[in-house]
């Protein structure tokens, strides 16, 4: 984003929306500083400038810096994937696609989060802890997948590493029997991650909405505690035979 300088009557009402305090006073009249925004578009859609002048970076939409709009602002439709949001549609609505089967689940690492986001080089911390593992399961419509430049060692494309986002997703999809070893990993590699994250595991409900026991025993041998999440989206698939 930036503040059109020549308009900016120095207010500082956008200074408040800004996630990570890039927007900051000088000579009296409003800037972003280029390197610390994450393109979140925060400071525009809320409309809180009184004369329209902010607008959006000129070369926003260029790689490798489009990533940063892709990955934080939840307007944005990711040009791989082609729907809005940082992962698939799939973990989400893993009833009407049937993603993950009976005896599979899902993995999503959640990174990042709004007010603290992170640069790339947190998600290639764990790009490389997975292949190390032999985990190669990534989903292949994760736009993560897309920015690997390597899977045998998980390394990312390096004009990457100069770039920040508010948050991202890792999808992976592993047979059950499989949990235990990605858990360990994830559980290793989280101390060197300068972020917050969140641990996803996803599985189909057994009869009676319940999770299933052999899910959760592993979870919790890991010592991690969890909480049940679902979305049920009602009408959006057809009956898997």
Not at 30 to 55: F, H, K, M, T
Not at 174 to 183: A, T
Request: hydrophobic fraction near 35%; aromatic fraction near 4%.
């Amino acid at each position: 984003m930036i503040i059109n300088r020549e308009i900016c009557v120095g207010c500082g009402r956008c200074h408040p929306y800004c996630p990570t305090r890039a927007i900051h006073f000088e000579n009296l009249k409003s800037v972003v500083d280029q390197d610390a925004c994450y393109e979140c578009g925060c400071c525009l859609r809320v409309e809180v400038c009184p004369v329209d002048a902010i607008e959006e970076y000129p070369h926003i939409y260029e790689y490798p810096r489009a990533l940063r709009k892709y990955f934080s602002d939840p307007n944005a439709t990711h040009a791989l994937t082609e729907i809005q949001g940082r992962g698939t549609e799939e973990s989400k609505t893993n009833d009407a696609t049937n993603r993950c089967g009976p005896d599979e689940v899902g993995i999503a690492i959640e990174v990042g989060r709004p007010t603290i986001g992170m640069d790339l080089e947190n998600i290639q911390k764990i790009t490389r802890a997975r292949a190390r593992a032999g985990i190669n399961e990534i989903e292949p419509n994760n736009p993560i997948c897309s920015m690997i430049r390597d899977q045998t060692t998980g390394d990312l494309k390096p004009e990457l590493m100069g770039e920040r986002v508010l948050s991202a997703i890792i999808e992976i999809q592993v047979k059950r029997d499989r949990l235990r070893h990605v858990l360990r990993t994830i559980k290793k590699v989280a101390r060197k991650i300068d972020s917050v994250f969140c641990l996803d595991v996803i599985t189909q409900l057994e009869p009676g909405l319940k999770v299933p026991q052999e899910v959760l025993d592993v979870i919790e041998s890991e010592e991690l505690s969890w909480r049940p999440n679902a979305k049920i989206n009602m009408g959006l698939g057809r009956a898997w035979e």
